[in-house]
Nanobody, 122 residues
Framework: QVQLTESGGGSVQPGGSLRLSCTLS????????AGWFRQAPGKEREFVAT????????RYAGSVNGRFAISKDNAKKTIYLQMDSLKSEDTGVYYC???????????????WGQGIQVTVSS
């Protein structure tokens, strides 16, 4: 069983920064990509960013492009989401995901972490 463990969430003022981490543990997983989704209260889950384990190709949602950066450490089986210039609309539960394709549909990702809260408020 593969497990995804997120960390790094919390509360920050608008304009601030946070860095999320997600580590894979358990049996070997051969999915090609990992990424992040988020869900704000009363809204559907929303694609944030994804990255390929092999190479450095990334994909971002338009709402975060230029403010967020996804990265990885293959040796540690860990991905990161550096979030800068945070806005109140970035508030939500952030989920780490793994899958086979760099797509924005949540249904195409095989496994999800439990989620971690990010709150941007003054």
């Amino acid at each position: 069983q593969v497990q995804l463990t997120e960390s790094g969430g919390g509360s920050v003022q608008p304009g601030g920064s946070l860095r999320l981490s997600c580590t894979l543990s358990g049996r070997n997983y051969d999915g090609a990509v990992a990424g992040w989704f988020r869900q704000a209260p009363g809204k559907e889950r929303e694609f944030v960013a994804t990255i390929r384990w092999i190479g450095a190709r990334t994909r971002y949602a338009g709402s975060v492009n230029g403010r967020f950066a996804i990265s990885k450490d293959n040796a540690k089986k860990t991905i990161y989401l550096q979030m800068d210039s945070l806005k109140s609309e970035d508030t939500g539960v952030y989920y780490c995901v793994v899958g086979s394709y760099m797509v924005e549909s949540p249904d195409r990702y095989d496994m999800w972490g439990q989620g971690i809260q990010v709150t941007v408020s003054s």
